[in-house]
């Protein structure tokens, strides 16, 4: 038997229904991206300025150039990135942001970067997910928000831009984003541009999927577990965040390697060895 709320009661019962309702109609799902810039933390403030600038810039450019309307984007800035919210009529425009906006942004950094030294490229990470977004007292809060930060933070991303210092920009999909916009080919880019990598960073541990524009992804001996130090010649290079170039025989560095099995009788010969450098 159903009892009448009354008194005290009932008016809790509204109150509670009242509040969520208003979570409810703040709860959204979108597009969220979330960029980084490489090398933030060991410049000077004129190289904190420089990129700043050029951070705005070139997302600013690419935006336009892919149809986009930034200005209509919810942006929680840190100095040396980004997280954005698109709004509901962009949000829908996910093969838009995927294909368009990182070739865009591909070329902007390309410009960009064309007659700077090494060391002062700008270089970003560029993390894209689809999911739940809600304001709170100190920015946004939702699952979505936590996917994309973890993403754009993750080992694997920073171990592609440190191995392929050439390569201005590193994007990453989260599993939803690819599988709905990559693998049914509602954007030009194949699926084999991308490579499946392991990201494990705090609480957050799902498959993602890394793009190196211009770069052949594959190609890279990138670690096969989250957190672990990446393969080959880049591997050398100090995670100091810059861009300088490895040293000039290709990054390689001097190693030498000595296997003997069972016992070795030379009364008359020679060891040699043969430098890696």
């Known amino acids: 038997m159903r009892v009448p709320l009354c008194g005290t009661a009932f008016r809790a019962s509204v109150e509670e229904r009242t ?34 600038t050029g951070l705005l810039a070139v997302l600013d450019h690419a935006a336009a150039q892919a149809g986009l309307d930034r200005s209509a984007w919810a942006k929680q800035q840190a100095g040396d990135g980004e997280l ?12 838009v942001v995927v294909d368009d906006f990182v070739r865009e942004l591909s070329v902007a950094l390309a410009r960009h970067n064309e007659d700077l030294k090494d060391e002062a490229r700008l270089r970003l990470r560029l ?3 689809f999911g739940a977004v809600a304001p709170g007292a100190n920015g ?7 996917t994309v930060s973890r993403l754009v933070e993750c080992t694997q ?20 984003v690819f599988n709905d916009v990559v693998v049914p080919r509602y954007t030009a880019l194949p699926r084999t541009a991308f490579r499946e990598v392991p990201v494990r960073h705090k609480e957050f541990a799902e498959p993602a ?16 577990t989250e957190g ?9 290079q100090a995670d100091t965040g810059s861009s300088e170039p490895g040293p ?21 010969g020679v060891i040699g060895m043969v430098w890696n450098a």
């Open 19 to 52: 509040a969520v309702l208003a979570r409810n109609t703040e709860f959204s799902l979108r597009v969220l991206l979330s960029v980084d810039a490489v090398g933030y933390g060991t410049g000077d403030d004129q190289r904190h300025r420089a990129i700043q």
């Open 209 to 224: 999927y890394l793009l190196l524009p211009g770069y052949d992804i594959a190609a890279l001996e990138l670690p096969a």
């Open 127 to 129: 993390a894209i997910h």
């Open 248 to 268: 000039s025989n290709g990054g390689r560095q001097a190693t030498v390697s000595t296997t003997v099995n069972g016992n070795v009788t030379m009364p008359h």
């Open 140 to 146: 946004y809060v939702g699952k979505g928000v936590v």
């Open 84 to 95: 954005a919210i698109l709004p509901a009529d962009q949000s829908d425009r996910e093969p």
């Open 157 to 176: 991303i920073k171990n592609a831009l440190r191995m392929m210092h050439t390569a201005n920009l590193a994007v990453i999909l989260s599993a939803q």
């Open 228 to 236: 672990g130090e990446p393969s080959g010649a880049a591997e050398t």
